[in-house]
């Protein structure tokens, strides 16, 4: 068996080193030496129903759209940072954040004391009072983006605010088409369904008018792309021969933009609309200069150009506090959500006085969205980011987990691709380097299960699930890295084994 899993890995580097397996039942148990970091936090004791009574309440009584990961769904009980413990006190390394959604740590301790504080003192009021917290928080969200993106509206959700910056496109354009890229999410509300473009969101039911897709520039996945395409410690193991400050894949991919301008919309649209780094679809990011030059092709034919930070925005890339301007661009609007509130359910929209003023034509309301609880909750959140430093932990901590991970890529020949920036990361799992066929969702699977068993809990994204997703609470170590980088090697090694038990 171990000239087998020698031929499976990509040459060198097959010892299993301080790694060690639990020989018995190794097909559903596996355990690792990896040392999992300490952690003074002490969770309460579990006392709500058993575990077998919360499965019952989950089949009968919650919608069953509402998926769960896992052959066994985890029960979780408390959080504190990067840390998550279950009903039996198991404690995860959480390198999700809820999907891309607790920036600052679980139930850090500034947000929860100022979120307690508020509780006490003002819930709602309705927007048609004033508050103090909702002009300080516009005041401090608005002083961290460029001019003119000075006004901010306030909702509840990534797909509310993606929603409501389509419409305000369409109002302030008088123009109706847009144009998103394949592979994209923007939600799931029926209006944002149409800018989504990944089959497993979508329904038999009519979405996605006025709404047309174009090529997504994955220079990993798609017809071009090199080795010296993205914004990434880490780049693709493709070739090019591109000079400096050249980039032929970009010139291809703007080539397909140019195509569906020309072919699928109006001489005029309302806008277009992409994440800086796709996250849903596993961390795929373009090259470059694209979004600059396709910013340029949308404004020409009368289009806003939106950018969906709900997963970039934050400090989560590191080098910047927002995804676009890791692209040289200014938006027009910019949507916010998920790490905005570090789990609260709170979102945004913001944009230049001239665009917001279009949706003051007639009137527009919104119940909850800017309450005095949730203004409070943002701007703990902004304060956590500065005096904690996430932004520079998250480019420290991110990139050295990203060239830690190329380690992998070198030694596994199932590690198709390892990208990102900051502390968004991918991990592309394929069958072989050379074809780039993704890895079967079962192998996959069962990779993401031992991670799990392990102690350390990672997402799925991608057209076929074949990526893990490592976008953790920003407040994550090194030493942390060192521990989940040791874990995913040895679910790697066990796939090697079992498929040479095969």
Known sequence: MAGAIGRLLSGRGRRLGSVAFKQQKWKTCVSTQAKMPPCDFVPEKYKSYSYE???????????????????????????????????????????????????????????????????????????????????????????????PLKVVYLTNSGSEAND?????????TRN??????????????????????????????????????????????????????????????????????????????????KDTLNTSVPKTIAGFIAEPIQGVNGVVQYPRSFLKQAYQLVRERGGVCISDEVQTGFGRTGSHFWGFQTHDVVPDIVTLAKGIGNGFPMAAVVTTKEIASSLAQNLHINTFGGSPLACVVGAAVLDAIEEDGLQKNSEDVGTYMLLELAKLRRKFEIVGDVRGKGLMIGIEMVTDKDSRRPLPAEEVSQIWEDCKDMGILIG???????????????????????????????????????TAAK
């Open 53 to 147: 009574r919360m499965q019952k309440i989950r089949e009968q009584n919650i919608s069953p759209s509402l998926r769960m990961y896992y052959k066994k769904p985890l029960l979780l009980h408390q959080g504190h940072m990067q840390w998550l413990f279950d009903y039996k006190g198991q404690r995860y390394l959480d390198l999700f954040a809820g999907i891309v959604t607790v920036s600052v740590g679980h139930c850090h301790p500034k947000v929860t004391i100022a979120t307690q504080k508020q509780l006490a003192r003002l819930w709602h009021t309705t927007n048609i009072y004033m508050h103090p917290s909702i002009q300080e928080y516009a005041e401090k969200l608005t002083s961290l983006f460029p001019d």
């Open 164 to 172: 409501l910056a389509m419409f305000m496109a369409r109002l302030y």
């Open 176 to 257: 109706f088409d847009f144009i998103c890229f394949r592979g994209a999410y923007h939600g799931g509300s029926p209006y944002a369904l149409g800018l989504t473009s990944i089959g497993l969101y979508k329904h038999g039911v009519a979405n996605g008018f006025g709404c047309s897709t174009t090529m997504l520039p994955d220079v990993f996945r798609g017809p071009w792309g090199g080795n010296h395409c993205r914004d990434s410690p880490v780049q693709t193991i493709r070739k090019c021969s591109c000079s400096e400050g050249v980039c032929h894949a970009n010139d291809q991919y703007i080539e397909q933009f």
């Open 460 to 498: 799925r994204g991608g057209l076929y699930s074949q990526t893990f997703r490592i976008k953790p609470p920003m407040c994550i170590t090194k030493k942390d890295v060192d521990f989940a980088v040791e874990v995913f090697h040895t679910a790697l090694q066990r796939h090697m084994e079992r």
